[in-house]
């Protein structure tokens, strides 16, 4: 197989060229080929990457499928393994690749056969057609050095098809795994595994994938997910304007799709539903992906990417009743730059209602995000971080304006000032930012006010080196309210978040998941539809950080990390926005219950009652 040659992340601006064509994986994957990066769920929704596993002596991926006897006599030998190895620098994982499974029945499957080993869930197949796989059972040893395979076949010959030794005369993993660690030669890298053979549908259509229309389905999806950062004078580092650059970068592209690092949204699928979801379903990633492994062919047909619109436009919304300047900004051509918190003054003399906010970037090549929100004096601390938070609304590439719910608005005082977060990326060249905010205004007091609640503990330390380190916070609500969005915040070492909430009746239901927290994205994950949540309703936000060399934005591994306002401090901040729940809401809700209840039971995945939306 052609070795596929690895990049320096596109978020960070890397340019290259002589790429345009490109090999994509074999049938198979043999000892001694390199080993593509890539990132997965397993079945408890943690999040798993390859080359993170940087730092071991050798990972240990086997192939597992539901239902298949061979993999389920396999396990308790490679748990044993796995204790083994473990203080010698081993990892081990599963991944299982079948068309038939999904994660919760492969979580299921899992507890019953008393299985805690992480079980990565490879649902479009892309990463099982790249490694070769087969049949599950199937062992893979990677060498973290060079990526490279180095053994490849079962976990020992003590099994067979209907019939299974007392004992294995061949230790065909352990010993790969001895010589691996002493750096000496494998005797056996490979042997014939025996499993369930595992449907692979798309591998070897490459004549199929080459007729993949870039005029009809990748360039439309390019400009549904990736175009409003990658557009001239956009926050990216390369704007993707025709056929030709898409091409070039294509094989980077294929990498950040592996790794999910693109496009940026990190919330787990398996949880709610949100406004504004950037994430491509599994049959874009496979599309796409697959395109790209044939060679990324034009084919015939227009080229949607050089007909799109290169103006910006301005106040989507229509005229502000106010605009205010942020601060101008000095944006250096390189370096790393804190968050900026700038303020400004006030003008009205009277307080308002703001219904919608609308901010527009001077510079939107250096402008990654902004935050607004509101200083209101004598509140203290959490006040403060309030402001910094954006109560009001925010800016991100292809969201200019934040419209709230209908009949909600957000009070500002006459007392009050503008605070805003801009978050500032150099890209080569010294420029400078004049953001300007829009604030539209109710005629008169909306019907509810448009409320937010922050959660947060000053008290957090990390101990250096962490690899996981957690820490909870939780709200209770005290009365009926309508749930409309949350936001977990962390600095560079934040990275994973969750929220649960725990109601009444002692159900329990995940509202948001974020496997893999990333600082430089920081998206208000809005509820599509918003949830009623009953009063006595806890609210648990979980928050890991990774405060090791692993970690490659931690600033120092080998200090103790406390709360600060600095980035290479840390927080555990907790933000929901939410109004008062009337009636209305209660009875829309109760309907919904019944019709639930006609229908059949529901589960959520978490395994607690699912609440249906606006449910009590």
């Given at each position: ?250 094989p980077m592209i294929r990498e950040v799709v592996r790794t999910k690092r693109m496009p940026p949204w990190h919330a787990d699928p398996h949880y709610g539903s949100f406004t504004g979801d950037r994430s491509m379903t599994n049959e874009d990633t496979k599309d796409l992906v697959h395109w790209i492994e044939a060679g990324a062919p034009r084919g015939k047909g227009a080229d949607p990417l050089q007909k799109l619109d290169k103006s910006w436009g301005e106040w989507t919304l229509g005229k502000p009743d106010l605009i205010v300047e942020v601060p101008a900004y000095e944006v250096p ?284």
């Open positions: 197989m052609k070795s596929i040659f690895r990049l320096t992340a596109v978020a960070v601006g890397v340019s290259f060229s002589g790429c345009a064509m490109f090999s994509g994986p074999a049938l198979a994957l043999n000892p001694g080929e390199r080993v593509d990066n890539f990132r997965l769920l397993d079945q408890n929704g943690a999040s798993h990457e390859l080359y993170y596993l940087s730092d071991a002596k050798a990972v240990v991926l086997m192939t597992y499928g539901n239902g298949c006897g061979i993999v389920q006599k396999s396990l308790p030998r490679l748990r044993q393994i796995r204790d083994e190895y473990k203080a010698k620098g081993v990892e081990f994982l599963l991944i299982d690749s079948n068309l038939q499974d999904n994660r919760d029945a492969v979580a299921k499957e899992s507890t019953e056969f008393g299985n805690d080993l992480p079980i990565l869930i490879d649902e479009t197949q892309l990463i099982g057609e790249a490694l070769g796989v087969k049949r599950t059972a199937d062992v893979f040893v990677v060498d973290p050095k060079n990526w490279s395979l180095v053994y490849r076949g079962p976990l020992d010959d003590r099994l067979s098809y209907g019939a299974q030794k007392p004992n294995a005369g061949k230790q065909y993993l352990t010993d790969a795994l001895d010589a691996a660690i002493a750096g000496k030669s494998i005797a056996v890298a490979s042997a014939e595994s025996l499993g369930c053979l595992v449907n692979f549908p798309e591998r070897g259509q490459r004549d199929a994938h080459a007729r993949i229309s870039y005029t009809d389905r990748i360039a439309p999806l390019l400009v549904d997910k990736c175009v409003a950062c990658h557009r001239e004078g956009g926050v990216a580092p390369w704007a993707m304007t025709g056929f030709d650059i898409v091409r070039g970068f294509a051509a390189t370096g790393t730059i804190s968050y900026q918190y700038p303020k400004a003054a006030n003008p009205l003399g009277r307080d308002v209602w703001i219904r919608a906010i609308e901010i527009l970037p001077g510079n939107r090549s250096v402008v990654h995000h902004v935050l607004a929100g509101i200083d209101d004096p004598g509140n203290g601390e959490r006040q403060a971080i309030r402001g910094q938070m954006g109560e009001l609304g925010g800016y991100a590439p292809g969201k200019n304006a934040a419209l709230y719910p209908a009949h909600t608005g957000v009070l500002l005082r006459k007392e009050a000032s503008f605070r805003f977060q801009m978050h500032y990326t150099p890209n080569g060249k010294a420029v400078t930012d004049v953001t300007r905010v829009g604030y539209y205004f109710y005629d008169k007091p909306p019907k509810h006010r448009l409320d937010m609640v922050m959660i947060l503990d000053t008290s957090l330390e990390i101990p250096a080196n962490a690899k996981s380190h957690s820490q909870s916070l939780e709200h209770v609500f005290d009365r009926d309210v309508m749930l409309y969005s949350l936001l977990p915040h962390a600095h560079l070492r934040g990275r994973a978040a969750k929220f649960t909430a725990h109601y009444p009746d002692g159900g329990a239901e995940i509202l948001l998941s974020v496997p893999k927290y990333d600082f430089n994205w920081q998206p208000l994950y809005v509820l599509n539809p918003s949830k009623l949540m009953p009063a006595g309703t806890r609210v648990v936000l979980d928050m890991t950080w990774d405060n090791s060399a692993q970690n490659p934005a931690n600033p120092d591994p080998n200090n103790i990390v406390r709360w600060g306002d600095q980035t290479w401090e840390e927080m555990n901040v907790g933000w929901f926005r939410f109004r008062n729940a009337d009636d209305a809401d209660r009875a829309k809700a109760l309907q919904a219950a019944g019709k639930e209840q006609a229908a059949a039971p529901v589960l959520s995945r978490s395994g607690s009652r699912q609440l249906p939306t606006g449910a009590n």
